[in-house]
């Protein structure tokens, strides 16, 4: 099961409301640190702007949540966007939505519906994903066992192979699920009749964008 969904990249829209200029920011982030300069750059490039509403959701459990109205009336922005990205389970994603007023008020409802309905389009943008763990291994095994071995990915999804380098033995880089790892190990060790190396196993996180 996936630890929670984030955004594949960065991205930009823009959306008019009532003659006011919307423009959706959203990037995938790991702390406050880097939430706080893409706020700040943000900010920077739209300094004429009549406000840029910042939040962010940082953490596996949404541990790090925090919003601003940015000038806009108490709850009617921020928050409404963060509680937008908890209710769909998104973390570790910082988002700006800046606006140019075009001289109509929106009022209470009005507004939350902008803001969250620019921020979604904007992380529709940037591309939801699930956010999971894998098994990454470094394996040493001969020409021969590795033909066996390859000959097999079109058939099983055990493991898969995102490296490989050719020189006296194949170097290959494996990856694989925790749940798969035992049959990952004994599949190579049948395989290549036990003469293979496996080193520098690490756990690492990748990102599976959601169809």
Not at 41 to 53: E, G, I, L, M
Not at 110 to 116: D, N, S
Not at 170 to 179: A, D, G, L, P, R
Request: net charge negative.
């Amino acid at each position: 099961m996936p630890l929670y969904k984030s955004v594949l990249k960065g991205a930009i829209v823009e959306m008019e409301v009532e003659r006011s200029r919307f423009i959706g920011h959203v990037r995938p982030v790991d702390s406050k640190e880097e939430a706080d300069l893409f706020i700040a750059d943000v900010k920077h490039n739209h300094k004429t702007a009549t406000h840029n509403v910042p939040a962010f959701v940082i953490g596996d459990n949404f541990q790090l949540q925090w919003a601003s109205d940015d000038g806009e009336p108490q709850g009617t922005s921020g928050a409404p966007i963060v509680n937008m990205l908890v209710k769909e389970g998104i973390t570790n994603v910082a988002v700006v939505i800046t606006r140019y007023f075009g001289g109509i008020k929106l009022g209470t409802g009005g507004l939350v519906r902008a803001y969250t309905g620019c921020a979604k389009m904007a992380l529709e943008r940037a591309g939801i994903c699930f956010v999971d763990e894998v098994i990454i291994s470094d394996i040493k095994i001969g020409y021969s066992e590795f033909n066996r071995l390859e000959s097999l990915m079109d058939k099983d999804d055990t493991f898969r192979i995102i490296n490989k380098e050719y020189a006296e033995i194949v170097k290959m880089t494996i990856e694989y699920t925790q749940e798969n790892a035992e049959k990952a190990k004994e599949m190579i060790s049948n395989y290549s009749k036990g003469a293979y190396t496996m080193e520098n196993t690490r756990i690492e996180l990748r990102n599976i964008p959601i169809l």
